[in-house]
């Protein structure tokens, strides 16, 4: 089946302005998470949906950032008055029902802030 | 603060021969253990996941799991160029995601 979708592939903007990422993940996968890397480092957890649970937004680096998940489906990042600082890929990925599974992640958004 | 540590590398490596990449952490709590290989400009796929002391064999990787040492590695056989990537380690804690390594650049050399 398809795999976990993530859009725009990139995006470029300017510092001030704010961006929505999306993410559409693996079909009856009710764990879905968000990720930033920064450009040779590792993951940064930032935020985590599981069902109807309210999200684990413990790794949101700012208030700047913010994320909805509807329907138990599609997910959206939110990045509001962005900074140079944000420019990193932002990673989504899905598990089956639980965080102790296996993620499978999405081909991520190169996000650039100029 | 719970922590994952792997030596960011490079690692360089004859084709053929064995690469062994290493990964400590922090939380004796932790329950399952997985490893992920990115290729440059890719995002993180599974290679491997363990959740009990020992080995576990999947093809040319090997997962080795030391619970009271505080160490998974990962042993790569008849290493391959097409191996080298950064491979992450990433770790579950209970009620929390998972905490990922900075990962381990490994290069085959041909």
């Known amino acids: 089946g398809a795999g976990v979708s993530q859009s725009p592939s990139n995006k470029v903007t300017e510092k001030g302005k704010d961006v929505e990422l999306r993410c559409d993940p693996i079909s009856g996968h009710t764990a879905l998470y968000w990720y930033r890397q920064s450009l040779g480092q590792g993951l940064e957890f930032l935020i985590y949906?599981?069902?109807?649970?309210?999200?684990?937004k413990s790794g949101l680096p700012s208030d700047r950032f913010s994320a909805e998940r509807t329907g138990g489906s599609v997910s959206t990042l939110t990045i509001q008055r962005t900074q140079q600082e944000d420019s990193a890929v932002y990673l989504c990925?899905?598990?089956?029902?639980?965080?102790?599974?296996?993620?499978?992640f999405g081909p991520g958004t190169r996000l650039l802030v100029l | 603060q719970k922590e994952v540590e792997q030596n960011s590398g490079p690692l360089s490596v004859p084709e053929g021969a064995i690469a062994s990449l290493n990964c400590t952490y922090s939380?004796?709590?932790?329950?399952?253990f997985f490893w992920y290989r990115q290729y440059s400009g890719k995002s993180p796929e599974l290679i491997m996941s363990?959740?009990?002391?020992g080995d576990k064999e999947d093809g040319r990787f090997t997962a080795q799991l030391n619970k009271a040492s505080q160490y998974v590695s990962l042993l790569i056989r008849d290493s391959q160029p097409s191996d080298s990537a950064t491979y992450l380690c990433?770790?579950?804690?209970?009620?929390?995601?998972?905490?990922f390594g900075k990962g381990t650049r490994l290069s085959v050399i041909a």
């Open positions: 949906f599981q069902g109807n649970s309210a999200p684990d």
């Open positions: 990433a770790i579950y804690s209970g009620n929390t995601p998972l905490v």
């Open positions: 363990i959740y009990s002391n």
């Open positions: 990925a899905s598990s089956p029902r639980t965080v102790q599974e296996t993620q499978y």
């Open positions: 939380d004796r709590g932790s329950q399952s």
